[in-house]
Every structure is written in C-alpha cells, then in structure tokens.
C-alpha cells in the first residue's frame, strides 16, 4: 500500500490551538492507504473482540439507532496539517463497551479494506473517541471513510482509522500498519509523537 497524497508541509504558526509543527489548513485533505473500499450496508457492522475471543457487533441498525452526540473537535495529522473546530456526529466508544467485560488495556482497530492501527483503551473510552457517520451535517464521504470512521482527535489522525470495522482488544500493544512502518506507536501531537 502507498499514500495517495502528500501533504508534509512544514510552517510555524502562533496560533496555541495547533500543536507544535501543524500549520491549519480549511481544506480536509484526503491522505489514504490504499483504495477506499465499497461497503454493501447490509453487511457493515462494527464489532468489539475481547481477549478471551467473545465477539460483540452491531449491524448498520444497531449503529444508527445508539443515541448519538455531536462532536467539535480540532484533528491534526501527522503530515502537519491541522484543520480547527471540525463537526461530527457518532456514536462514543464508552457506548459499545458498557456490555463489554475486558481485563485489556489495548485494541487494534480493524478497518474495511485491512488497515489496522493500534490505540491503548485508555485513549479509546473516558469521552475520548467515536465511531461518526456524519461530518459537517452531511453523511460521511467515502473519501473520508463513509459510512463510518474512528474519530480519535486527541492523536494524531492515522489512529481514527477510516471504514471502522471493528476493535479487537489484546493484551499488548500489537503495532498496526503505519506503526509497523515506523510511525510512533502512540501518536500525541501535543507531544510530536510521529515516528519511532
């Protein structure tokens, strides 16, 4: 798989909403491993696969009908944009867990298509992460991972993985695609936690 796109840019900026390195862009660029896979709603489903292999999933239904939130948040990607006061709508990650029983303190997100990337739980719940279906009031692009994406705005954006398939839950850190291709495991952009 190669990138689609560049987009490793190197500005200064004084605005304090952007971490250090990020330069604020209006645009949403589309950065992307791969080919955008075509998802047949009547078979999309998110699922959660614990440790001891107990699988939970919901179907497109079962998605749509968990209460949703709206959601403002700044996204920074790792090629140094930042995009400022984005709009979603989703689905919080606490709400798939409520019956879920884990002793685990990480997951590997599992997209359609193959893609993976790694995320401790911590990131993951406590209000911190989505699965939205909607940006700007509109459905989710395919481009930016239509019907429904991750949304992690607190890491770097290559850890809200597009086309969100499922999280499988494990008991160490098992580095994803671009972590295995030498992007930071963690992916603080506060911290510019880029490449390992």
Same mark, same amino acid.
């Given at each position: ?83 400022? @006061?984005?709009?979603?709508? %989703?689905?919080? !990650?606490?709400? *798939?867990? &409520? +019956? ?65 398939? @499922?999280?499988?839950?494990? %008991?160490?850190? !098992?580095?994803? *695609?671009? &972590? +295995? ?16």
């Amino acid at each position: 798989m190669g990138i689609i796109s560049s987009g490793f840019r190197g500005r200064r900026s004084e605005n304090t909403a952007l971490p250090p390195g990020q330069h604020e862009t209006h645009d949403f660029p589309v950065l992307t491993a791969g080919p955008a896979p075509l998802i047949p709603m009547d078979t999309w489903e998110f699922f959660i696969t614990t440790e001891e292999g107990q699988r939970y999933s919901w179907s497109w239904d079962d998605f749509m009908a968990l209460p949703q939130e709206e959601i403002s948040q700044d996204i920074h990607c790792v090629t140094s944009w930042s995009k400022l @006061g984005t709009s979603w709508r %989703g689905v919080p !990650v606490d709400t *798939f867990f &409520e +019956s879920v029983e884990t002793t685990s303190d990480f997951a590997t997100a599992h997209s359609f298509g193959g893609y993976t990337t790694n995320i401790p739980l911590w990131d993951l719940l406590g209000g911190k992460a989505w699965v939205v279906s909607e940006f700007d009031g509109e459905p989710l692009a395919r481009a930016h991972g239509g019907p429904a994406r991750l949304l992690v705005p607190h890491l770097y954006f290559w850890k809200s993985a597009k086309w969100i398939h @499922g999280l499988e839950l494990t %008991g160490e850190d !098992v580095p994803g *695609f671009w &972590e +295995s291709n030498g992007y930071h495991l963690h992916g603080n952009p506060w911290r510019e936690e880029r490449y390992s």
